[in-house]
């Protein structure tokens, strides 16, 4: 009987230390799952967040330039109305100065890609510094459309050869800063070439 009374309390004993032992197994993986869920979310957070990628406080240049572009009567009525935008509207823009491989020599052209709301389209348009600090707004433009996260243009001067270039072009600018600005109209700083539409 004294063995059946023994036998019976270390029965007792392991199967408590058994459930302590699950039991601190089980608190150890819900932690670990849930820092594993916790790291895997930061990069999308930090990027609604807008960590170094985003910015309001746009360059001043890259204003001026915008400016003179949305003063222009081609962009105001064809490319901010393509992107469903219009003057005044706030609107997410990448930017880069100079040369577009492929694209020809153009050393201080600001090349500038202003977003659709849905961040599915794109204009991508150029202002051309002056002597006198101002822009002025070039007529040839090209229209952007992103697949996943590549970018390609299938409408501007050129053909087959020059939308791939600049697909590729903006497709390495989108892992640039991007701006979310005002789209006013610049002023007396600005020119543009005649429209066409």
């Known amino acids: 009987m004294w063995k059946l009374t023994a036998y019976t309390a270390l029965y007792r004993t392991d199967k408590q230390k058994l459930k302590r032992s699950l039991f601190q197994h089980s608190v150890g993986l819900h ?4 820092l ?3 790291i895997g979310l930061l990069p999308t957070s930090m990027n609604a ?3 170094k990628t985003e910015s309001s406080n746009i360059p001043p240049r890259l ?8 003063k222009a009567d081609f962009v ?3 490319d901010l109305h393509y992107l469903g935008l219009k003057v005044g509207d706030l609107a997410w823009v990448r930017y880069q100065v100079g040369s577009i491989r492929e694209m020809g020599d153009t050393p201080g052209l600001f090349n500038v890609v202003v977003y659709s709301p849905d961040g599915r389209r794109g204009m991508l ?6 002597d006198a600090g101002g822009f002025n707004a070039l007529m040839n433009m090209y229209r952007l459309h992103r697949s996943g996260s590549k970018w390609d243009a299938d409408y501007g001067n050129g053909g087959y050869a020059m939308y791939k270039a600049v697909g590729k072009f903006v497709t390495e600018l989108s892992h640039s800063p991007r701006y979310k600005t005002q ?5 007396n700083e600005c020119k543009a070439e005649e429209s066409q539409h």
């Not at 789209?183 to 002023?187: I, M, N, S």
Request: a negative charge.
């Open 31 to 34: 932690f670990v799952m849930v």
């Open 36 to 38: 594993i869920v916790m």
């Open 49 to 51: 967040q807008g960590s």
């Open 63 to 70: 204003n001026v330039a915008l400016g003179c572009l949305v």
């Open 76 to 78: 105001r009525h064809y």
């Open 125 to 130: 348009l150029f202002a051309d510094p002056d």
């Open 183 to 187: 789209l006013a109209p610049g002023g």
